[in-house]
């Protein structure tokens, strides 16, 4: 009998996909390395090989406009959203990207965050303690879902009642980077935006005049390399930067590590005996399980050849790390999950100039969820299976319940 396999297409909204895109991935990197994707309006390449040296092509950068600005229309009628995305360490030219890089790096080091730890830990804990010590919880809505915003808000110390607008921002600016977002999705999205760079600034204000001690904020408008200093629309476009980066992807990334423990339960008890492997464990997850819906483009700068695809000046190029970091050209078992291995760099957060510059905050907050869901609760099972949402970008679970035991 033989079996005839759907013909190849890419459905980033499809449930099916969402639940686990891994064999549809494996299928591309296979038949079709390179496909053309009509809604994101750009080549899409599944390889490691292909997708690593795209990302250290110079001749791809992270700006839509491709150093042209924003229309004159754009800037008159959102002028807020274009004010942050021209100062966005991503938008920026390389000359003024490795000057806000170079005051940046000291504060974001692995170093620099851990006068963090103390924080994050009384949050992760006292969201811990408000679950019952036996029963069914949603780890999604409760907890993962609930600490990464109050983290970054507590380390610029933003005030708790503002969480709501915080999240709102970062939810719309993550929103206004989904390809062929329709005008009047992208029209709804800037009201949010406006909100929470006013309340920025006025945090920003405040601390000017009101310094604290270990305050990510202060530290921020404190840093300084020979009387350079961020500027204040640097300094906005950046707290953005940390609640989209430090927000949704850490969510994100802890209900992934949390799922395939579970999906490996012989992972989860080598975790259990060594809770000192729990930052690995979120970067093998990374590597093996990453949250994306969808691949996220570089632009080319000038027209050039690839892979005998030729690529036109201004398109986006998209990389699929996902299917990358799954191919046995990386690793001749991609497939396998092991929170043992040693990974010769953390490539899922960037590379080069542009590696994520709040890696080393978001791998220490899972690092404390990990250990502390786990400490707290000797048993965890799956109460059922996760309801995977709608996010534009993510495949984020609305639902995540689990059945949790505080005895042995």
């Given amino acids: 009998m033989t079996t005839t396999l759907p013909a190849l297409r890419y459905d980033p909204m499809d449930p099916s996909y969402v639940k686990d895109p891994y064999p549809l991935l494996t299928r591309f990197r296979e038949e079709a390395p390179v496909y053309y994707w009509e809604q994101g309006g750009g080549p899409v390449f599944f390889r490691y090989k292909d997708c690593i040296a795209l990302l250290r092509d110079a001749r791809l950068g992270h700006d839509p406009t491709v150093g042209a600005g924003f229309p004159p229309e754009m800037k008159a009628a959102y002028p807020d959203f274009v004010t942050l995305r021209e100062n ?18 000291p504060t974001f080091g692995p170093r620099a965050v851990e006068v963090h730890r103390p924080k994050v830990k009384a949050i992760i804990e006292g969201l ?29 110390n933003i005030p ?19 390809p062929g977002l ?21 945090i920003i204000a405040d601390r000017r005049a009101h310094p604290m001690e270990d305050d990510l904020m202060t530290q921020l408008i404190n840093a300084c390399d020979e009387q350079d200093r961020l500027s204040d629309p640097e300094l906005v476009s950046l707290v953005a930067g940390l609640l989209v980066g430090g927000t949704d992807t850490t969510y994100h990334g802890t209900n992934q590590t949390i799922l395939s423990l579970l999906q490996n339960p012989e992972q989860l008890a080598i975790l259990r005996a060594e809770p000192s492997l729990a930052r690995n464990a979120f970067d093998e997850t990374l590597r093996y399980n990453m949250f994306g819906r969808m691949p996220f483009p570089r632009y080319a700068t000038e027209s050039f050849e690839f892979a005998n695809v030729p690529i036109k000046r201004g398109q986006p190029v998209f990389m ?37 510059l709040g890696a080393s905050l978001a791998r220490m907050e899972a690092e404390i969820a990990l250990q502390s869901l786990l400490a707290r609760y000797p048993k965890i099972e799956l109460a059922g299976e996760p309801v995977w949402g709608n996010h534009p970008i993510m495949r984020t679970m609305d639902k995540f319940p689990l059945r949790v035991s505080a005895s042995a």
């Fill in 88 to 105: 966005d360490l991503f938008m920026v030219p390389a000359e003024s990207h490795a000057r806000l890089r170079r005051l940046l790096n």
């Fill in 128 to 156: 811990l303690e408000k679950f019952p010590l036996e029963g069914v919880i949603d780890v999604s809505s409760d907890y993962t879902r609930q600490y990464p915003v109050r983290v970054i808000a507590s380390v610029l």
């Fill in 160 to 178: 708790p009642n503002h969480e709501p607008e915080f999240i709102s921002f970062a939810e719309s600016l993550i929103a206004t980077i989904i």
């Fill in 182 to 202: 329709p005008p009047e999705r992208f029209a709804a999205c800037m009201p949010p935006v406006s909100r929470g760079m006013a309340l920025v600034r006025e």
């Fill in 320 to 356: 699929f790390l996902m299917s990358a970091f799954r191919d046995p050209e990386y690793l001749p078992d991609a497939n396998v999950y092991d929170i043992r291995r040693q990974h010769t760099g953390t490539h899922w957060f960037g590379l080069g100039p542009h590696f994520c």
